[in-house]
């Protein structure tokens, strides 16, 4: 004989209700099917676990640990099948999160706030790398889901998302005369020296700075370098050169710095932030993919 769910929920509502014609009404059957159900679970523990009356019924010793057992069962049982629903939903599980440098300041936490409050049963890992380290991580299973600036993907193994764009803005010096406007041409640091950025976790960026440059009629006086971004704006701070960086850097809050939008419509000052995972992503991917592009969309 089987010890099914049924037959411990039976039990466990008699063991509260010490009377056959309530407990049958909680559990919607009549009265004999029950005492019937009780003996089958008595035969097949092999020991009385109640003492019935005409008054009603009373747990035997047996019967007070076995309700108290019972119960936990059927309890550890709904929690097991809760929690599998939403691991299949979405709403409960481990995901690894990659992100290169760019990001972590501003779009991961504002990633990791929402996902905290919409998705409290996730549990989330991040490490930080170059978008190209983490295109081999995602690739290879180490990171499930990777944010990017600026993805260069021609396969199709990899799931591509487009979560929003980000301009790039003049960081000067505050001390610099032009840090006075309100906002630049970019052919108006054609004679400033600029810190550059090396071949590090940033080099598409650094490309792109180079490229807009060039559209603006200029090749940018290199007199620094830097692999990221506290670093190139700590040559800014210095006075010793300028730097094209994202609009959002703004958020480190460097001293003595000023950022400044560009005139410019050249393409290359708009970058790309997405996010990479491999298809058919399992849910948890999903549902943070979701709040990441909520989160950074407005």
């Known amino acids: 004989m089987d010890l099914t ?41 092999g020991t ?16 007070e640990a076995f309700a108290t057992d019972a119960r936990k069962i059927l309890e550890a049982q709904e929690s097991a099948l809760a929690r599998a629903r939403r691991i299949a939903s979405g709403k409960e599980g481990e ?35 170059s978008s190209g380290a983490l295109t081999e991580l995602v690739r290879s299973g180490t990171v499930d889901l990777a944010l990017v600036r600026q993805p260069e993907l021609d396969e199709d ?48 960026l650094a490309r792109r700075v180079l490229q807009a440059c060039e559209r603006a009629g200029f090749v940018p006086g290199l007199q620094a370098y830097a ?33 400044l939008p560009l005139t410019d ?3 290359e000052l708009t970058t790309t932030i997405a996010a990479l995972h491999r298809p058919h992503a399992d849910p948890a991917v999903r549902s943070l993919l979701a709040v990441a592009a909520a989160s950074l969309s407005g």
Not at 48 to 55: A, I, P
Not at 177 to 204: C, I, M, T, W
């Open 227 to 259: 692999d990221d971004l506290p670093g190139l704006l700590g040559y800014v701070a210095s006075g010793l050169c300028v730097a094209l960086v994202p609009e959002h850097t703004a958020a480190l809050s460097f001293p003595g710095i000023r950022f």
């Open 157 to 204: 193994d990899l799931t591509v998302h487009r979560l929003t764009e980000e301009r790039l803005v003049a960081a000067l010096p505050v001390a610099d005369p032009l840090a006075k406007n309100e906002r630049l041409a970019l052919a108006d640091l054609r004679h400033h020296q600029f810190a550059g950025l090396g071949d590090g976790p940033l080099q598409q």
């Open 5 to 45: 769910p049924r037959l411990l929920e039976q039990f466990t509502v008699l063991a509260e209700e010490k009377h056959f014609g309530r407990a049958a009404s909680r559990l919607m059957m009549s009265q004999p099917p029950l005492s019937q159900a009780v003996q089958r679970l008595e035969r097949i523990i």
């Open 265 to 267: 419509e050249a393409p």
């Open 48 to 63: 009385r676990l109640l003492d019935r009356s005409s008054q009603g019924v009373s747990l035997t010793p047996a019967g």
């Open 95 to 129: 995901v690894r999160v990659g992100f290169v440098t760019g990001l972590g300041h501003w779009h991961l936490p504002r990633v990791l706030a929402d996902a905290a409050e919409q998705l409290p049963g996730l549990r989330l890992h991040v490490r930080q790398g």
